[in-house]
């Protein structure tokens, strides 16, 4: 079956370091890949989106990348502070009939320490 | 604030009740999607709608229903409740349908059930 993987619940990096997130997924070839953002008790915001024929997509001090060969998606803060803690959430999008939809990881939770 | 409303913020409601949810998405946006997120199972994606027709399901119980009507906002409507029905729900709108769409979520409802 589908299955989406984002690296350990929970990463704490040093202020000022750079935090690399991993998301990796099984069993399907996903076009698309989005990353959110979710504080607690909030909906998740779009963050970044990245094609499959994309290897590497910037935004200010995020960067995604996209293996389709290895099945992976990197995600990465670069100068990160303490306001990017938070949860992310990794979502390839996947077939369901005529539409293609967000399957959303679990999330990895990161704690950016001052 | 990504311009997505739902109402009400906090239900709190008992064992084999039916209560119903309500979504405005953004101006102009014609996809609305529901997600359910509770402790144990992340984010899943319940059911989409594009501008009033079903679109794609995801893993919807039969207790659930949704619509979307010509003015676009939708309504999840649960019945029969059980206390794992407790979680977060969340709507979310895009301009189309498709997984290359960002989507915009609203700030939830949380839903109790005792």
């Known amino acids: 079956s589908q299955k989406i993987e984002q690296n350990s619940e929970a990463l704490n990096i040093q202020e000022g370091k750079t935090a690399t997130l991993t998301c990796n997924y099984t069993?399907?070839?996903?076009?698309?890949l989005q990353w959110y953002r979710q504080d607690p008790g909030r909906g998740p915001v779009f963050l970044l989106l990245?094609?499959?024929?994309?290897k590497e997509k910037r935004k200010e001090r995020l960067k995604v990348t996209f293996d389709t060969t290895l099945k992976q998606s990197l995600f990465h803060i670069t100068a990160s502070q303490p306001a990017d803690s938070a949860t992310y959430l990794c979502?390839?999008?996947?077939?369901?009939?005529?539409?293609?939809?967000?399957?959303f990881g679990s999330g990895t939770q990161l704690t950016v320490l001052p | 604030d990504s311009g997505v409303t739902q109402t009400p913020k906090h239900l709190i409601t008992a064992t084999g009740q039916r209560v119903t949810l309500r979504c405005s998405p953004r101006?102009?946006?014609?996809?609305v999607y529901w997600y359910q997120q509770s402790l144990d199972q992340g984010l899943q994606f319940l059911i989409q709608?594009?501008?009033?027709?079903?679109?794609a399901k995801g893993n919807i119980l039969e207790r659930f229903s949704a619509q979307q009507f010509p003015d676009l906002h939708s309504e999840l409507n649960l019945s029969s409740l059980e206390l794992g029905d407790s979680a977060l729900y969340f709507c979310?709108?895009?301009?189309?349908?498709?997984?290359?769409?960002?989507?915009?979520f609203g700030p939830g409802t949380r839903l109790t059930v005792t």
């Open positions: 709608y594009y501008n009033g027709e079903e679109r």
């Open positions: 979502a390839p999008s996947i077939s369901s009939g005529s539409a293609r939809q967000l399957t």
């Open positions: 979310a709108s895009s301009v189309e349908s498709g997984g290359w769409y960002e989507q915009y």
């Open positions: 069993n399907y070839s996903p076009a698309y």
């Open positions: 101006s102009g946006d014609l996809s």
């Open positions: 990245i094609r499959e024929n994309e």
